[in-house]
T-cell receptor, first 117, second 114 residues
């Protein structure tokens, strides 16, 4: 089954304690992204990766790091979490819809609800 | 001005009603357009792509107006199961790649009641 998995699904932590949210996809997609979703602000892109070892900042990268050592994995790292990073996080990978050149569907993971106290 | 703006909603409609959502985008370089559906506390999922000529999928019809830079989603004969948040999504492709940056609207909440 084609899917994007994230772990953990729920996490409560304290300010300053480093954490990593893992993301893995089994669709051989080159493009992967991380988003955060906050009430009234919608989905905002944190970082994205076009391929292995190629990453770039999205709209809200401050306080986050990512790595792309393998095609299937794209972990999100919070070196020193702060309360303003309390949010719902989604990982996504992008493929190209067969027969519809130029149209890309994003597949999202189930989300990680993070609370930083 | 936000890059992608949607009707704020929420929309509360009875079963069987027809409801329409509009969405405007600011970047004329936008190249592809989508509607995603997000159920409460779940991940967004693609509902349908939006083509220049307009397209229909069962009870759902999507339209694109490039001149006015807006897209729309029409839902006919609403079902209880249509209750969700509908996200307008615009893809701005750059650099000749097949991928681009997806920008999401804030979403419009739809509640269909008996």
């Amino acid at each position: 089954e084609a899917q994007v998995t994230q772990n953990p699904r729920y996490l409560i932590t304290v300010t300053g304690k480093k954490l990593t949210v893992t993301c893995s996809q089994n669709m051989n997609h080159e493009y992967m992204s991380w988003y955060r979703q906050d009430p009234g602000l919608g989905l905002r892109q944190i970082y994205y990766s076009m391929n292995v070892e190629v990453t770039d900042k999205g709209d809200v990268p401050e306080g986050y790091k990512v790595s792309r050592k393998e095609k299937r994995n794209f972990p999100l790292i919070l070196e020193s979490p702060s309360p303003n990073q309390t949010s719902l996080y989604f990982c996504a990978s992008t493929g190209v819809t067969p027969g519809l050149a130029g149209h890309d569907e994003q597949f999202f993971g189930p989300g990680t609800r993070l609370t930083v106290l | 001005r936000k890059e992608v703006e949607q009707d704020p909603g929420p929309f509360n409609v009875p079963e069987g009603a027809t409801v329409a959502f509009n969405c405007t985008y600011s970047n004329s370089a936008s190249q592809s357009f989508f509607w995603y559906r997000q159920d409460c506390r779940k991940e967004p999922k693609l509902l349908m792509s939006v083509y220049s000529s307009g397209n229909e999928d069962g009870r759902f019809t999507a339209q694109l107006n490039r001149a006015s830079q807006y897209i729309s989603l029409l839902i006919r004969d609403s079902k209880l199961s249509d209750s969700a948040t509908y996200l307008c999504v615009v893809n701005i492709r750059a650099g000749g790649t097949s991928y681009g940056k997806l920008t999401f609207g804030q979403g419009t909440i739809l509640t269909v009641h008996p």
